[in-house]
């Protein structure tokens, strides 16, 4: 039987290169219709330090980073210690032979990469030397890895014509060394086309395009890992006319700045992660107070406090709902893959412009750093709502009816004072006990237009649910399958709105003996939202800074049933 | 007194506070300038901060700019969100001694070496009227309020010439009660473009009464605080400036104005003839595969 | 039969100085023996505007502010208008004749205050007239007031010797005004002398009072509404050596500095409110983070963002537990009196220095505001931590043992680094799974040992509980009571010690069919809490800048009986 | 290179980096300090920023200190609820350009003020390293980074005029590799009495390599931009303090330094002698009915 997919590992020092190689290799193989998710973990330090980089190959959408390694690449011995234990039974270990001394197993095998990539005539050949290896070691076809050569250097006018015939050289020879020796993982089977055009990116890129698509026009932002990408993107891509795109100066400068964007009339974002979230937590009251649109991504890491800066977690949640003194529930959307990356920032700006208020985007470590195929939008298809603009003239009052109403904008009809105090209904101070009822429920009676959005239901029957939340989601969705085929009587149930949940799932989850949720971090945050909402939920947590592996949730659910 | 706008609005000043001075001067500036510019009174925004002083923007008689009244000490960063998202409206800053000055302090420094141009108009009563009469940067060591009963250990801070270091490209000084003189200075500072802030005294009547030592009192014999500065003032002229408020006492007029210093919006106009104009299908395709 | 309690009312504009009248009322009867609160909303300008206060006063200790009003003294035709609607059938209305012209009924009641009282000889004894009239009115012995003045302006050197007999002589005339016209309420009682001596305080002098006598040696804080008499008490009262207390340029300032002096050794304490309790977010994870003990008083007012400064809520509960982004359960106590103001910051500072963590002491506008006496507090039985300092010499780990470790103290021996992001037991930063979960571990473990705190718990066997918290606690118990004299089967549940829960408490309220849970907010947080704790929680609420009135309590309690 | 204290510790600086030198000058500047004044190094506390500067609490070697790594931007703050509740302790600071002078720039008036005795060592590359390369305040106008692709449009900040302006008692400017002047300068920010600045140029390697443009290249015909302040300065000389950073190029040395201002703590000391000492009971009776 063929395999259907395998995992590479490669590791080393930060700042030897290999990563590259890494991401090269898994979208070589996308060229060819294959699936790939790459998965990554880097010290905090600059350069140098530990580093390493996986990559799961699949004829199948890849849901996880995959439990255990196929084929590991080490480039230095501290490499081979950290991570020999975590190959397969029938794994193996590759090395330059020339620049480690591993003991020898018939798992291990040594290769002279750069001594054989400098044959060719190529001095910088020896990684292409170590992917023909790789492609023999896991079934690829070399094809997959030359088309890749061909078009990465068929720029003859940039890079000569040499580098080219050089590159497949160097392929064919380390592809030969291990088909000498006999190893081979069993075949993998060839990839079946998909029909939509695929795109390979990373969450945060897919976060900046959906942002994009959405039709942002003000970005402001502080640096903070892992959301600075978000930042840099923006910079290089919104400076345009009548967009506008700044580092600023903190995280506080940051959110009262789009605040005061939003309220001049444009589509305003930010990102940040757990410090610079927190440190925005009043001014997403304010906005929720003066009711004006906005998206605030967090790109979550390991917490609380400076915590975990390169570590990914799921502990965000209920500070995200709640992040600010006083009475607000914040909508919320956490996406689970790199798509969903794309279409929940896409989602939360509709949001943000539906209900008038602040939007909290929920991303991870985990998926920021991970790149992946997935189908490109379409984008015609794509729904953007607009904001709903005042323009009718006399006495026009913000926030006199009941529900949503157009928001004037400064330079068109409809002065008003948009205040972060209690207020009437143009917007002044106002202390009567009636009225802050009158505008609280004003203020949640909006949250109900949120609450028609999309959730995935599989095995409605079954009163056990398994139910993840964001990046946990592909694992989860790996072990129900698995789980599925052991034919255990299961239910899935999974949705990107997490606040306010989509109201039909949420009667659906009620009436459930059991939602179970995995999730990272350790209190079990959305079980205990899901129970506060009278859910009869229960977390399996996990608090390493590393996602989920599938065995460890099968396992975990199977004791839970 | 002022009317209020509507009969719900829960706030007036203090009888005799400085704030009503400013009130009157920042109506008759706004006024100005939607005559001289011919803009619409809708192009102009108060964003106001949190203190007595902030309650300005509710009380502005006559036809209604648009208002943004948000958080203590945040009142730059939401102005920085509006002007350089909308760089054709006027926006102006109203905010107190403490919301500028101390929890809003950071703020300062970036809006100046952007140089983004808005105005802002401070109200320093030298104290923190709303919360009942504690210290402020600007309160004077040894100042005896609330907070510090003992008197206050910390150097009196010196706004204008912390401002001249930062390179605020249009620095005024004015007095609440010189009604005339300020509306002129604000206006100035209106259409300066670029940063400006005009520093006004204007007294806390309630917990901070400086009108006599500010204007001072023939009959006690006791010297105005605040003059006007010389005409032979060169306000373009920084080193002059610097003179200008080492000089004790308080100088009212305009201290220092540069001239050519492009503003954010002119820089960032630059930026975006630098930048290729994109679209999204492009973005898309660089990252086919 | 006699009466056991009245409440009067006093309105007009601020500055008219019938507020120390008011409280002179109040601080009057207690010393002869009753009981009083007062309760006063105030508008947030400096200066005038509509303003009142309400005294109650009773013979047994006040629960809450009374629902009606038996008198109310009228200071201008606004304050008529706005609260006559509020007085009782039989309960009346005083004002001076000559500065009023109200329509007569047989409540209303002019008296030539003013004029009245410069009989005496004294200009300024209109309101000891006006109070002869109170006393009159509501059936207590003038000798109550007559003590009060003797007393107030006794010092003769001070005050001369006329003043007393021409206060006496004003509280006469206005007895008199009354007497002659024949109007009454029903007497009441003679006051039940207490063997404990009382003091007469607000709900902030008291938490002041509290951490003074928990040892507390630095305080910095930034004003805010209502928690900068806070602020102005310690100004006062901490400059002393060895103690320090500063405003400092604002909340991020206060929160950071409070850390560093504990991590210095000394017990250290903010107070704020509302929108600089939510700027304190990240500092707070800090101080979770690096295991440093404080104390953080958030006086609750209106919320969100600005809000309602000078009106009360309970909407604050979710964001103290959970402020900051990443794992955290923050401690906190809410004091539902003013003597749990007291005894609740020393169970704070005790907590902070158990569990080597911050806690949160949320208290609210309406407790801060209100003059109440309370028995005075015996110092000698009074339970006050000390700190853990490490004295060991060598090689001391801060982080190491499982649970509460001494802590080194700068000076001492054991230097380690107090760190925000993920440390080892030195303290050094690690990211390493395994000490990720260590440590995780390590600061929830310690919440246990402050699970065994007080609670009340009255009529066990029954399956409803009523349990309020905080500031709700008084009309909530005085609506307990009145259900009780119907006969209602229903218990009582209360503590201050709300997250955690005691844990006996937590298991009693489990087994309860119903846990009706009175709050001052919107979302039903307390019940929303209780609920993710698998606790059958309902709330009812109210939102409207106000406290409960006990009516609209018992008939909320009964529907959902 | 500097060994590591434990094995878990996962952070180095890259080669080259800045940082190593002004590691090397501050484990001098503690060990001359514990000396001199016969102080435990017990008595020292590190309170350190977030970024590759902050790590140095952790790289130190030799005989530790106290440490505090807490929060991006609040060193400042901590530094004061230590300093000012333990004035005994030798209380030294060390931060990023980032951290200092953006995010965390509010902090510093109120320390100048207020003259806490707190030692500042500022480690100033001109970028934000830890997060991979964003400009900061002290990056030039037009500087390309990666959060600035176009150039940078805000005037570059310059920190010995602004400490200078602010009334900041000691100010000190140095660079990381030259260790024994720094070493020194720091040592006499320790002892200063009252708030202390070194600022070091102290280049990223990384991201932007000021090596050459600093010390200059004799090769190249490149001058050096950093050069010691000529021995006739006299520190104690605002004007002359002024007049040296307002020439061009980098000034190396003590720029300025107060004398005879109280410190925090000697301010604090007369509040005390004013007050009234409590106890609780007399307190508790003030509420006696
Ligand atoms: C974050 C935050 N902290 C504190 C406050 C309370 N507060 C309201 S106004 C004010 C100070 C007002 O002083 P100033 O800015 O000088 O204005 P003034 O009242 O004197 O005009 C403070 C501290 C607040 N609203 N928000
Ligand atoms: C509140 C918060 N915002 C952002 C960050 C992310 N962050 C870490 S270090 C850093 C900047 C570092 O620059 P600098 O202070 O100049 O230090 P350097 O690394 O250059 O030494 C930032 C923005 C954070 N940790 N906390
Ligand atoms: S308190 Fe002072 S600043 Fe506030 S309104 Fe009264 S006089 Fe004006
Ligand atoms: S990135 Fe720059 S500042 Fe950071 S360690 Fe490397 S060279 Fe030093
Ligand atoms: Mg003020
Ligand atoms: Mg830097």
Same mark, same amino acid.
């Given at each position: 039987?063929? !395999?259907?997919?395998?995992?590479?590992?490669?590791?080393?020092? %930060?700042?030897?290169?290999?990563?590259?190689?890494?991401?090269?290799?898994?979208?070589?193989?996308?060229?060819?219709?294959?699936?790939?998710?790459?998965?990554?973990?880097?010290?905090?330090?600059?350069?140098?330090?530990?580093?390493?980089?996986?990559?799961?190959?699949?004829?199948?959408?890849?849901?996880?980073? &995959?439990?255990?390694?196929?084929?590991?690449?080490?480039?230095?011995?501290?490499? +081979?210690?950290?991570?020999?234990?975590?190959?397969?039974?029938?794994?193996?270990?590759?090395?330059?032979?020339?620049?480690?001394?591993?003991?020898?197993?018939?798992?291990?095998?040594?290769?002279?990469?750069?001594?054989? &990539?400098?044959?060719?005539?190529?001095?910088?050949?020896? !990684?292409?030397?170590?992917?023909?290896?790789?492609?023999?070691?896991?079934?690829?076809?070399?094809? /997959?890895?030359?088309?890749?050569?061909?078009?990465?250097? %068929?720029?003859?006018?940039?890079?000569?014509?040499?580098?080219?015939?050089?590159?497949?050289?160097?392929?064919?020879?380390?592809? @030969?060394?291990?088909?000498?020796?006999?190893?081979?993982?069993?075949?993998?089977?060839?990839?079946?086309?998909?029909?939509?055009?695929?795109?390979?990116?990373?969450?945060?890129?897919?976060?900046?395009?959906?942002?994009?698509?959405?039709?942002?026009?003000?970005?402001?932002?502080?640096?903070?890992?892992?959301?600075?990408?978000?930042?840099?993107?923006?910079?290089?891509?919104? /400076?345009?006319?009548?967009?506008?795109?700044?580092?600023?100066?903190?995280?506080?400068?940051?959110?009262?700045?789009?605040?005061?964007?939003?309220?001049?009339?444009?589509?305003?974002?930010?990102?940040?992660?757990?410090? %610079?979230?927190?440190?925005?937590?009043?001014?997403?009251?304010?906005?929720?107070?003066?009711?004006?649109?906005? /998206?605030?991504?967090?790109?979550?890491?390991?917490?609380?406090?400076?915590?975990?800066?390169?570590?990914?977690?799921?502990?965000?949640?209920?500070?995200?709902?709640?992040?600010?003194?006083?009475?607000?529930?914040?909508?919320?959307?956490?996406?689970?893959?790199?798509?969903?990356?794309?279409?929940?920032?896409?989602?939360?700006?509709?949001?943000?412009?539906?209900?008038?208020?602040?939007?909290?985007?929920?991303?991870?470590? &985990?998926?920021?750093?991970?790149?992946?195929?997935?189908?490109?939008?379409?984008?015609?298809?794509?729904?953007?709502? @607009?904001?709903?603009?005042?323009?009718?003239?006399?006495?026009?009052?913000?926030?006199?009816?009941?529900?949503?109403?157009?928001?004037?904008?400064?330079?068109?009809?409809?002065?008003?004072?948009?205040?972060?105090?209690?207020?009437? =209904?143009?917007?002044?101070?106002?202390?009567?006990?009636?009225?802050?009822?009158?505008?609280?429920?004003?203020?949640?009676? @909006?949250?109900?237009?949120?609450?028609?959005?999309?959730?995935?239901?599989?095995?409605?029957?079954?009163?056990?649910?398994?139910?993840?939340? %964001?990046?946990? =989601?592909?694992?989860?969705?790996?072990?129900?399958? @698995?789980?599925?085929?052991?034919?255990?009587?299961?239910?899935?149930? +999974?949705?990107?709105?997490?606040?306010?949940?989509?109201?039909?799932?949420?009667?659906?989850?009620?009436? =459930?003996?059991?939602?179970?949720?995995?999730?990272?971090?350790?209190?079990?945050?959305?079980?205990?939202?899901?129970?506060?909402?009278?859910?009869?939920?229960?977390?399996?947590?996990?608090?390493?800074?590393?996602?989920? =592996?599938?065995?460890?949730?099968? !396992?975990?659910?199977?004791?839970?049933? | 007194?002022? *009317?209020?706008?509507?009969?719900?609005?829960?706030?007036?000043?203090?009888?005799?506070?400085?704030?009503?001075?400013?009130?009157?001067?920042?109506?008759?500036? $706004?006024?100005?300038?939607?005559?001289?510019?011919? *803009?619409? $009174?809708?192009?102009?925004?108060?964003?106001?901060?949190?203190?007595?002083?902030?309650?300005?923007?509710?009380?502005?008689?006559?036809?209604?700019?648009?208002?943004?009244?948000?958080?203590?000490?945040?009142?730059?960063?939401?102005?920085?969100?509006?002007?350089?998202?909308?760089?054709?409206?006027?926006?102006?800053?109203?905010?107190?001694?403490?919301?500028?000055?101390?929890?809003?302090?950071?703020?300062?420094?970036?809006?100046?070496?952007?140089?983004?141009?808005?105005?802002?108009?401070?109200?320093?009563?030298?104290?923190?009227?709303?919360?009942?009469?504690?210290?402020?940067?600007?309160?004077?060591?040894?100042?005896?309020?609330?907070? #510090?009963?003992?008197?206050?250990?910390?150097?009196?801070?010196?706004?204008?010439?912390?401002?001249?270091?930062?390179?605020?490209?249009?620095?005024?000084?004015?007095?609440?009660?010189?009604?005339?003189?300020?509306?002129?200075?604000?206006?100035?500072?209106?259409?300066?473009?670029?940063?400006?802030?005009?520093?006004?005294?204007?007294?806390?009547? *309630?917990?901070?009464?400086?009108?006599?030592?500010?204007?001072?009192?023939?009959?006690?014999?006791?010297?105005?605080?605040?003059?006007?500065?010389?005409?032979?003032?060169?306000?373009?002229?920084?080193?002059?400036?610097? *003179?200008?408020?080492? #000089?004790?006492?308080?100088?009212?007029?305009?201290?220092?104005?540069?001239?050519?210093?492009?503003?954010?919006?002119?820089?960032?106009?630059?930026?975006?003839?630098?930048?290729?104009?994109?679209?999204?299908?492009?973005?898309?395709?660089?990252?086919?595969?």
């Amino acid at each position: 039987m063929k !395999n259907t997919d395998f995992v590479v590992r490669f590791a080393g020092e %930060g700042g030897q290169g290999f990563l590259s190689a890494a991401i090269g290799f898994a979208s070589a193989n996308t060229k060819a219709g294959y699936h790939a998710q790459t998965f990554a973990t880097f010290p905090s330090q600059i350069t140098g330090g530990p580093t390493w980089m996986q990559t799961r190959i699949s004829i199948n959408p890849v849901l996880s980073r &995959g439990d255990e390694v196929d084929v590991l690449v080490v480039f230095n011995e501290y490499a +081979y210690e950290a991570h020999k234990n975590e190959v397969k039974e029938n794994g193996f270990i590759l090395y330059d032979s020339d620049q480690l001394n591993i003991e020898d197993s018939n798992k291990v095998l040594g290769i002279a990469f750069e001594k054989l &990539g400098k044959t060719t005539g190529n001095s910088r050949a020896a !990684n292409m030397v170590m992917m023909g290896a790789l492609a023999e070691l896991v079934g690829v076809n070399l094809s /997959v890895l030359e088309d890749f050569v061909k078009e990465r250097w %068929g720029n003859v006018e940039r890079y000569g014509e040499h580098i080219v015939p050089q590159n497949i050289q160097a392929l064919k020879l380390g592809s @030969k060394e291990v088909q000498e020796r006999g190893l081979k993982l069993s075949e993998i089977e060839s990839p079946k086309k998909s029909d939509t055009q695929q795109i390979f990116l990373n969450g945060n890129d897919a976060i900046s395009l959906g942002a994009y698509a959405a039709g942002i026009e003000y970005y402001v932002g502080y640096p903070i890992s892992p959301a600075t990408t978000i930042l840099v993107w923006m910079e290089k891509n919104l /400076v345009e006319k009548n967009k506008f795109v700044y580092q600023v100066s903190s995280e506080i400068e940051a959110i009262t700045a789009i605040i005061g964007a939003s309220y001049g009339g444009k589509k305003s974002m930010t990102a940040t992660a757990g410090p %610079g979230f927190s440190l925005m937590s009043e001014g997403l009251g304010l906005a929720w107070m003066a009711e004006i649109p906005i /998206v605030v991504v967090d790109v979550q890491r390991g917490g609380p406090a400076t915590g975990l800066p390169t570590k990914t977690e799921q502990s965000d949640l209920l500070s995200s709902i709640n992040p600010a003194h006083g009475d607000v529930s914040l909508p919320v959307i956490a996406p689970g893959t790199v798509e969903e990356c794309f279409y929940g920032t896409i989602e939360a700006f509709n949001w943000a412009e539906k209900y008038q208020g602040p939007v909290i985007l929920l991303s991870e470590h &985990g998926l920021a750093e991970r790149q992946q195929n997935i189908p490109k939008p379409n984008i015609s298809k794509l729904n953007v709502e @607009k904001r709903l603009i005042n323009k009718s003239s006399e006495n026009y009052h913000r926030y006199e009816s009941g529900n949503i109403s157009p928001m004037p904008i400064p330079g068109l009809p409809g002065p008003y004072v948009a205040n972060a105090s209690e207020h009437d =209904k143009m917007g002044d101070t106002t202390h009567l006990p009636e009225r802050h009822v009158e505008m609280t429920e004003r203020r949640f009676k @909006k949250l109900d237009i949120l609450k028609n959005s999309n959730y995935e239901y599989i095995n409605a029957e079954s009163k056990i649910l398994l139910m993840p939340w %964001g990046g946990s =989601k592909g694992p989860s969705l790996e072990a129900y399958e @698995k789980l599925q085929e052991q034919n255990i009587d299961i239910g899935w149930a +999974y949705t990107m709105f997490l606040n306010p949940l989509p109201e039909k799932l949420l009667i659906e989850l009620r009436s =459930k003996n059991l939602v179970i949720v995995p999730e990272l971090n350790y209190l079990g945050q959305f079980s205990s939202l899901l129970r506060s909402q009278n859910v009869n939920a229960q977390s399996i947590t996990q608090y390493t800074g590393l996602p989920f =592996k599938v065995e460890y949730l099968v !396992n975990k659910i199977t004791e839970l049933l | 007194m002022s *009317e209020k706008k509507n009969p719900e609005y829960d706030f007036k000043w203090c009888p005799g506070c400085g704030d009503f001075g400013v009130k009157k001067a920042l109506e008759a500036a $706004i006024k100005k300038k939607t005559i001289e510019t011919e *803009e619409p $009174i809708l192009n102009n925004v108060i964003v106001a901060g949190i203190g007595c002083s902030g309650n300005m923007v509710h009380l502005l008689e006559g036809e209604q700019p648009y208002g943004f009244h948000g958080l203590h000490g945040r009142t730059l960063p939401v102005a920085m969100g509006l002007k350089s998202s909308r760089p054709e409206l006027n926006v102006t800053v109203v905010a107190g001694d403490g919301d500028f000055l101390s929890i809003g302090a950071e703020h300062i420094a970036p809006q100046a070496k952007r140089n983004l141009d808005v105005c802002v108009v401070i109200m320093d009563n030298a104290v923190y009227g709303l919360t009942k009469g504690q210290s402020s940067p600007t309160s004077a060591e040894g100042m005896i309020t609330s907070s #510090t009963p003992y008197g206050k250990t910390e150097v009196g801070f010196d706004p204008l010439a912390h401002y001249l270091s930062l390179g605020v490209s249009f620095v005024a000084s004015g007095l609440s009660s010189k009604i005339k003189d300020l509306s002129e200075l604000i206006y100035q500072g209106m259409i300066h473009p670029g940063f400006s802030i005009v520093h006004v005294q204007s007294p806390c009547t *309630e917990y901070n009464n400086t009108y006599e030592i500010l204007k001072g009192n023939i009959k006690k014999g006791i010297e105005p605080l605040a003059k006007p500065i010389d005409v032979s003032h060169n306000p373009n002229d920084l080193k002059q400036a610097i *003179e200008v408020i080492s #000089t004790p006492g308080i100088p009212l007029g305009i201290i220092y104005q540069s001239k050519d210093e492009p503003t954010l919006a002119q820089k960032y106009e630059n930026l975006i003839n630098k930048s290729k104009q994109k679209d999204f299908e492009t973005l898309l395709n660089s990252y086919s595969i």
